[in-house]
């Protein structure tokens, strides 16, 4: 779901932190330009703010404004209407808040609330919506809505359905850990775990059989009737709860406007989330309600296969609550969190008879102190995870489970050494190298071992080593051929293995239409892989535009390749910027197909094919051009 990946977003908090920090010396620096300034986007998809074309751009201002004794980077258009804030909340001189605006009126919002370079939390206001969400990782996903309103649930399942995006789903429907705050009575309890299992396990299976919310499906709005307030004590509950039952989605598709039934939302604080799964079309009314019945008093019962008990509930519960709560904290109160979660999921994991979900609380636990070892909140974590390894090896756990230890510790270790002061990055990466190569011969089943053999052949392939690279990705197709890096090797293996050979290439155009290297025969073209969160790619871009224009009628052609996560990014980056070339796009950016079928894994990468479409170079940089096509072009 991010526009812009976390690694540019710290690259572009450190380029306008640089003019920030001018502005408050002596000597200052030159200011960004209107161009600069709006050339960052969000980091979530499917913000509508103002964007001022081409021609207005350099009618714009950008001046540093002081509000409250703190600096920010203020972009207005011509008329002084707020475009964009790029503000220093803490006073530390780095950007930490970055502002969008549509009509005048903040609309979004990225927000770095623990100030260590990476957005954490990203907002919606005013016409925009209320929607507020966490992203505890700091990856660019959000992990979390603190606040959600039944509109934009409704909104957003469309979204999911149309995308066919389980994560967005999953995000929506009610946790385990809320289940067990809503004080709900045993029976209706164990009737809505059974309902969100049953939504969760489903919906890839609805969202691929569907025909009727598509990708050119517009969600049009929300019904339903009043909300209504169920009081305690109903079926054995002991708090309020507050509900909506038989909602629905109006979506319009070519014309035609269909109903998808959300069934019932409850509230949790500031969010309101769904509890089973959704139904389309004119049979969906089946979803139904799930509290505003005239039955509503438990006669008891044995807790239903599979559900979580009591004290698990009350184990979730505090779980979640944490998990929230920890998005908020100071850098100085994040190790009592952390430790606190650590326990639960202890816990969690000793009371669970399932082996299965028990193995999934020692994967969260994990995960968990890996991320904050990465994240420089818990120097503990390391000590922490070598405990839990010699733990789970002592009760005779599986091999996996301790292997997933090992790889997460050894990543963490890899991380904080890059991170130290003075730390020699030949020696760092020298070591994890020799990690990487001693977990796939102790781990050679291990599912982490396909993500190690990945790391091992970029390497090689980085450095120029390819028969090295080669040995690696050919080991992790064999090993592990239904594995998403498999698929990554073997286009890899596939380009590096076609120099002087003919390569394929076919897509869809981003304006429609079809599009084949295959047809451009007779032509010496370059193909440039960019997306629109790649820096590098679009200063390419400008060179590219200039050698293309002068080497055009020479035989010379270019196709674009973009591995952006957002086509509306896409389309208007490029509606912004226009190029004499074709481009190419699908979904799903550098895991989707055009990326995967050349193994592409880093960007920026460009390739040069001969007039018979013969792959000359690899990896060949806008310097090497001209020397490249006067020997092709005699």
Same mark, same amino acid.
């Given at each position: ?15 306008? %932190? ?40 350099? &009618? ?14 203020? +972009? ?15 006073? #530390? ?6 502002? @969008?605006? !549509? ?35 700091? #990856? ?29 789903? &999953? ?20 009737? +809505?775990? $059974? %309902? ?13 059989? &569907?025909?009727?919310?598509?990708? &050119?499906?517009? @969600? ?28 629905? =989605? ?75 709560? %920890?998005?908020?904290?100071? =850098? ?41 070892? *990465? ?41 904080? %050494? *890059? ?9 760092? *990466? ?20 396909? $993500? ?8 090689? $392939? ?7 690279? *080669? ?39 981003? /304006? ?26 679009? /200063? ?50 550098? #895991? ?36 490249? !096509? ?5």
């Amino acid at each position: 779901m991010d526009v812009m990946r976390p690694h540019c977003f710290s690259i572009a908090v450190v380029i306008l %932190s640089t003019w920030l920090i001018g502005t408050d010396r002596a000597a200052a620096a030159d200011p960004p330009t209107p161009a600069q300034a709006l050339a960052f986007t969000p980091m979530q998809p499917h913000v509508e703010y103002t964007t001022p074309s081409k021609d207005e751009v350099p &009618q714009c201002t950008v001046r540093a404004e002081k509000e409250n004794g703190l600096t920010a980077w203020v +972009v207005r258009n011509r008329q002084g209407e707020m475009l964009r804030r790029f503000a220093d909340a803490n006073g #530390d001189n780095f950007v930490d808040t970055w502002c @969008y605006y !549509l009509d005048g009126l903040e609309v979004y919002r990225d927000i770095d609330s623990d100030f260590n370079r990476k957005a954490d939390q990203y907002r919606w206001f005013n016409t925009g919506g209320t929607r507020w969400g966490v992203d505890r990782n700091e #990856d660019g996903k959000i992990d979390a809505w603190r606040a959600i309103s039944p509109y934009e649930v409704a909104e957003q399942l469309v979204l999911a359905l149309a995308n066919r995006d389980q994560a967005r789903f &999953q995000l929506l429907l009610l946790t385990s850990g809320e289940l067990g705050e809503l004080g709900l009575g045993k029976e209706r309890a164990d009737s +809505v775990g $059974e %309902s969100i299992q049953a939504a969760a396990a489903g919906f890839r299976k609805l969202a691929q059989e &569907q025909k009727l919310v598509t990708a &050119q499906s517009r @969600y049009v709005d929300f019904g339903g009737s009043r909300p209504a307030t169920v009081p305690t004590g109903t079926g054995g509950s002991t708090k309020d709860l507050t509900v909506y039952d038989n909602a629905s =989605a109006l979506v319009q598709t070519d014309g035609k406007h269909e109903q998808v039934y959300l069934g019932t939302l409850v509230a949790v604080e500031n969010s309101w989330k769904l509890v089973g799964l959704p139904a389309l079309g004119s049979d969906g009314q089946s979803a139904g309600g799930m509290f505003l019945t005239s039955d509503a008093t438990p006669a008891g019962g044995a807790t239903a296969a599979g559900a979580p008990s009591d004290e698990m509930q009350r184990l979730m519960a505090d779980l979640e609550r944490l998990d929230q709560q %920890s998005a908020a904290l100071p =850098a100085d109160r994040q190790k009592a969190n952390i430790e606190q979660r650590a326990g639960l999921l202890r816990r969690l994991a000793e009371v669970t008879p399932d082996p299965e979900l028990r193995n999934q609380w020692y994967r969260q636990w994990t995960d968990m102190l890996s991320v904050a070892v *990465q994240s420089g909140t818990y120097s503990d974590g390391l000590e922490r995870l070598d405990q839990l390894r010699e733990q789970l090896a002592d009760a005779g756990a599986a091999e996996e489970l301790i292997a997933h230890v090992v790889f997460q510790r050894m990543s963490a270790e890899n991380v904080i %050494s *890059q991170q130290q002061p003075g730390s020699d990055f030949v020696k760092t *990466q020298e070591k994890w190298l020799a990690d990487l190569e001693a977990f796939v011969d102790e781990y050679p089943k291990s599912p982490d071992a396909a $993500e190690a053999l990945l790391q091992l052949g970029m390497y090689q $392939e980085f450095v120029d080593k390819q028969e090295e690279a *080669q040995k690696w990705y050919r080991r992790l197709v064999s090993n592990f051929p239904d594995a998403a890096a498999a698929r990554k090797a073997e286009g890899a293996l596939r380009r590096s293995n076609s120099i002087g050979k003919p390569i394929r290439l076919r897509g869809k155009e981003v /304006q429609g239409g079809a599009v084949d290297l295959a047809s451009y025969r007779g032509k010496v073209v370059l193909i440039q892989y960019w997306a629109t969160w790649c820096d590098p790619c679009k /200063q390419d871009m400008i060179l590219l535009k200039d050698f293309h224009a002068k080497n055009a009628n020479r035989g010379f052609d270019i196709i674009g390749v973009c591995l952006d996560d957002s086509p509306a990014a896409v389309r208007q980056f490029l509606t912004q910027n226009r190029f004499p070339w074709k481009q190419l796009y699908e979904s799903g950016g550098l #895991d989707g197909r055009l990326a995967n079928e050349l193994g592409v894994m880093t960007l920026p990468l460009m390739l040069l094919v001969d007039q018979r479409g013969n792959l000359v170079k690899q990896d060949i940089h806008v310097a090497e051009l001209d020397g490249e !096509l006067a020997k092709l072009i005699k």
